[in-house]
């Protein structure tokens, strides 16, 4: 079983930044893919950006390419999502994510959530 429990979230302004992180306990294994997803009301839940623990390899949903930055330290078991240059439209519930394995953009193949943190970019 692994734990995650996310930080971070909030009210920005566009243009803005906030960081996101992800703290990771229990059974965690370096073969395991994290992620963030994000849901808007009305909306699928979606795959922000993902590593991969060991290799620090590296996805990201084309919308966020160049504005959003994941990152991991394997010493404090967390997973940090850096954005910046905020939209409106990223305004979302973010969440942490985890699946042992290869990279997967479905929500549906992760194994394990946080609770989730509310981000909101105001215009």
């Known amino acids: 079983q692994v734990h995650l429990v996310e930080s971070g979230g909030g009210l920005v302004q566009a243009g803005g930044s906030l960081t996101l992180s992800c703290a990771a306990s229990?059974?965690?294994?370096?073969?395991?893919?994290m992620a963030w997803f994000r849901q808007a009301p009305g909306k699928e839940r979606e795959i922000v950006a993902a590593?991969?623990?060991?290799?620090?390899?590296?996805y990201y949903t084309d919308s966020v390419k160049g504005r959003f930055t994941i990152s991991r330290d394997s010493a404090e078991n967390t997973v940090y999502l850096q954005m910046n240059s905020l939209k409106p439209e990223d305004t979302a519930v973010y969440s942490c994510?985890?699946?042992?394995?290869?990279?997967?953009?479905?929500?549906?193949?992760?194994?394990?959530w946080g609770q989730g943190t509310q981000v909101t970019v105001s215009s």
């Open positions: 590593i991969r623990w060991t290799l620090g390899s590296t």
């Open positions: 229990g059974r965690t294994s370096s073969r395991y893919f």
């Open positions: 994510a985890a699946r042992y394995g290869s990279l997967s953009t479905s929500y549906s193949d992760y194994d394990y």
